[in-house]
């Protein structure tokens, strides 16, 4: 019986010194102490201090509710435990929980980041904060702003939703949520994504992202879509858009683009579908392949003419195209627009195709070259040429050809017209064959409004100024 009465005795006794090691204890120039309600409440004023462990307070004024152990903060509040610096002109603390709150607007540090918001609690044994309403984070040159966010300072993670907006020196990304790790600069985004870069007039889009910020690496996946607004020499709009199943970002110095999977590629004076594009922002050069398993070659158009090849390299100067080199089984198909089923057609190991500003002004072909074009005389068909040779040299008008020289073991078959009117279908090369689905500027953007909406306003707005804290107009 002794021995349950000292248990007792001590179990009460350990109760009553944990509850007083919880307490919140308080000093200030004056205290009042008073009832309220049935409530023993003290008042404090003047260079206020209060402490619970490794909690530290102070403000001009504080209302300590005793059985609550809660007070409330008033005037030139400053919080701190360890690193973590809050403050606030009125806010509230809750002893038992040790958590604190302010509606008066608060900031808060860890001594890496600057956060600032209408509203926020933070919770000291987690060691999180969670701000609502304008929320706004800053490290280093990077500025993040959200309606809501959550931010764990022991892991240096921010998990960041509602009209989430990421700036730095170069580019802004917006998203309906958002996760940063700050140690490894890698960031997570979620749903309407929109990355401008207004000094280069480029902006991606899609519905996920991952960031590797240490390697300078970004995959866009789930409606991907890449966006840059160029002008002509002169002064002509002339954009690039590119559509695809997943899309990377390399921001080194190659500041290359990846494209993969279903590509669709749109640029005045060419279109393009293939299985993956390389996009180099720095020079400029666009680079499609066969990859090892792929049933369909890159396929490209440049007006009323079809390019394909295994590999295809594309060369633009000035914003305007210049050389397209095409690698291995080569095939350039032209279409007569005025004439049914006639197709100029020439096929090589390797093609070079060199532009000006009206479109194809000639083309080298080297090694087993095959060709079929049809002859004009002044304006009236006149049958067709089928030839074979080592080397050709192709010459255009208008997309049309107007003369071809052949070099190395040329040799000619003439076709009148009388024997091939009517007969188009019949007079193909091995390798000829039509692809459909030719991507045009409309068909590309048809449905996408954040590309549509960012083409007729957001431009503007992001080459006008650079915005790190104001929303999406």
Request: hydrophobic residues 35%.
């Amino acid at each position: 019986m002794k021995l349950l009465l000292a248990l007792i005795f001590f179990s009460v006794m350990f109760s009553a010194y944990a509850q007083e090691d919880n307490r919140i204890v308080a000093i200030g120039d004056s205290l009042v102490g008073k009832l309220v309600d049935g409530e023993s409440v003290r008042e404090l004023h003047g260079n206020v201090v209060m402490t619970q462990g490794a909690v530290r307070i102070t403000c001009d004024k504080a209302i300590q509710y005793l059985a609550r152990n809660e007070a409330e903060l008033i005037g030139k509040v400053v919080v701190t435990q360890d690193s973590i610096i809050i403050k606030t002109i009125r806010g509230h603390y809750f002893g038992n929980t040790k958590v604190a709150y302010s509606t008066y607007g608060i900031d808060l540090t860890d001594g890496h980041v600057q956060l600032h918001s209408k509203n926020g609690y933070y919770y000291f044994d987690e060691k999180r904060s969670y701000f609502y309403d304008d929320v706004n984070l800053k490290e280093g040159v990077s500025n993040l702003s959200s309606m809501r966010l959550n931010y764990y300072d022991d892991e240096d993670k921010a998990i960041a939703g509602g009209e989430v907006m990421v700036s730095d020196t170069s580019s802004t990304m917006l998203a309906d949520s958002l996760i940063y790790f700050r140690n490894t600069k890698n960031t997570l985004a979620f749903n309407n994504i929109r990355i401008y870069n207004s000094k280069d007039r480029v902006a991606i889009f899609g519905e996920r992202l991952e960031d590797i910020g240490q390697n300078k690496y970004t995959k866009i996946w789930e409606n991907p879509f890449f966006v840059r607004i160029d002008t002509t020499s002169a002064g002509e709009l002339d954009t690039l858009v590119i559509s695809s199943i997943l899309m990377e970002a390399f921001d080194d110095s190659s500041q290359k683009i990846i494209a993969t999977d279903s590509v669709k590629m749109y640029k005045r004076g060419f279109a393009s579908t293939n299985h993956q594009t390389f996009y180099y922002r720095a020079n400029d050069e666009i680079q499609t392949f066969k990859r090892e398993g792929d049933e369909l070659p890159p396929v490209m158009w440049s007006e009323e003419t079809q390019l394909s090849g295994d590999s295809v390299y594309i060369y633009v100067k000035d914003n305007q195209l210049t050389r397209i080199n095409m690698n291995s089984n080569a095939t350039i198909i032209s279409e007569h627009k005025d004439k049914k089923y006639r197709y100029d057609q020439i096929s090589g190991k390797n093609v070079k195709i060199f532009f000006k500003d009206e479109g194809i002004e000639y083309t080298d072909v080297n090694g087993n070259v095959l060709s079929i074009y049809y002859v004009y005389d002044e304006g009236e068909p006149n049958g067709l040429v089928k030839s074979s040779s080592e080397k050709a040299k192709i010459f255009f008008e208008k997309d049309e050809v107007r003369d071809v020289r052949f070099y190395g073991k040329p040799a000619t078959e003439y076709h009148p017209e009388n024997l091939i009117e009517g007969k188009g279908k019949e007079f193909t090369i091995p390798a000829f064959r039509l692809f459909p689905n030719k991507p045009t500027k409309e068909s590309l953007l048809s449905g996408n409004k954040k590309v549509l909406f960012y083409l007729t306003k957001d431009s503007k707005f992001y080459e006008s100024k650079f915005n790190t804290k104001g929303r999406k107009p």
